[in-house]
């Protein structure tokens, strides 16, 4: 009898004992699967395919190390908060001079990109531009790449474009808008101050004593697709190294505005005064209304010339053009 009483005692504790086992052995499975749920969560790891003109790059939002080699997307990142990891140091916009500080990784200049160091930083993300294109697939081997060149024959859509996906990857997409609806009001109220004038310019690129000119539709042509000003000669071509022209084609045209980029200033001397002025206000070109009415406008080549396309650069450039016209 007693015996059958410890068997039945013992076997009853058995299956206690067992079923708690399998209580214990089951509880993780939730917890697990709770886990897998907040990680897929994290803003970090949310993936965006954006197609741009030299392919289709799939980007993680909110990269942690990005590396920026066109600077108005890097003045616009800056405006908008967002930190980066590498730039092009040797050229940097005296504007933007904080990127120079050894807190940023130095990654080459704007054509001879230091691909050594780039692959050291290991980026989540490269943005690039025009005067990197031609190294889209080597930039492509060491991190995703977005070319992000401003298309200057449909300069505000293009424009638009690239600050919308910059919103759209960094969770920006609040302070994009409110920026752009800014800009947008701005070039209304220049564009109506311009075209009430009814004046006409041409646009230069002075480099060492050689002139170019850039009409509607080229990388300067904002001050006449935007903002209203006559081209002085609508065949001007478009093309990005302009149209070379003499100081005799200036004086025949006789622009009411010229307005003068002065690459040397950045490229040559590292500033922004305006060493061509001597070249510039020649005889010949003494002889236009531009200069005997004081409308020869030099305008900033770290806005103009080494960046364009920022949310900071743009309003920079309007500003420019806003503050030079005399009613």
């Known amino acids: 009898m007693k015996k059958k009483l410890l068997s039945i005692l013992f076997t009853g504790l058995l299956a206690v004992f067992t079923a708690a086992c399998g209580t214990n052995s089951a509880a993780p499975a939730p917890a697990a699967n709770a886990t897998a749920a907040t990680a897929a969560a994290q803003p970090g790891e949310e993936e965006l395919t954006i197609k741009h003109q030299l392919g289709e790059t799939k980007v993680k939002k909110n990269p942690q190390k990005v590396v920026v080699f066109d600077f108005g997307v890097l003045d616009s990142l800056d405006k908008l908060g967002v930190e980066v990891t590498g730039v092009p140091q040797n050229n940097i916009p005296a504007y933007l001079s904080k990127y120079k500080d050894s807190k940023y990784a130095n990654v080459g200049g704007l054509k001879e ?15 690039i531009s025009g005067r990197q294109q031609d190294s889209y697939e080597e930039f492509s081997k060491i991190a995703p790449t977005l070319y992000m060149a401003v298309d200057t024959s449909k300069y505000m859509e293009s424009f638009t474009d690239n600050m919308k996906t910059l919103g759209q990857i960094f969770g ?12 947008n009001d701005t070039i209304k109220s220049v564009h109506e101050k311009v075209t009430a004038t009814g004046k006409n310019a041409l646009i230069i690129l002075a480099n060492e004593g050689k002139v170019s000119a850039y009409g509607a539709g080229s990388r300067f042509g904002i001050i006449h697709d935007l903002l209203g000003f006559v081209p002085v000669d609508p065949n001007i071509e478009a093309s990005t190294h302009g149209q070379s022209i003499s100081f005799e084609y200036i004086a025949e045209k006789d622009p009411d505005y010229l307005f003068v980029i002065d690459r040397g200033a950045v490229v040559t001397t590292g500033n922004s005064s305006s060493p061509a002025k001597q070249v510039i206000e020649n005889d010949l070109v003494k002889q236009t209304k531009a200069y005997k009415d004081g409308h020869i406008v030099y305008l900033d080549p770290n806005y103009w010339y080494l960046s364009g396309g920022g949310l900071l650069s743009v309003q920079a450039m309007i500003d420019e053009v806003a503050n030079s016209v005399k009613e």
């Open 113 to 127: 990109p230091d691909f050594e160091k780039i692959n050291e930083i290991g980026p989540d993300l490269i943005i």
């Open 172 to 183: 920006k997409e609040a302070a994009v808008d409110e920026a752009l609806a800014q800009l």
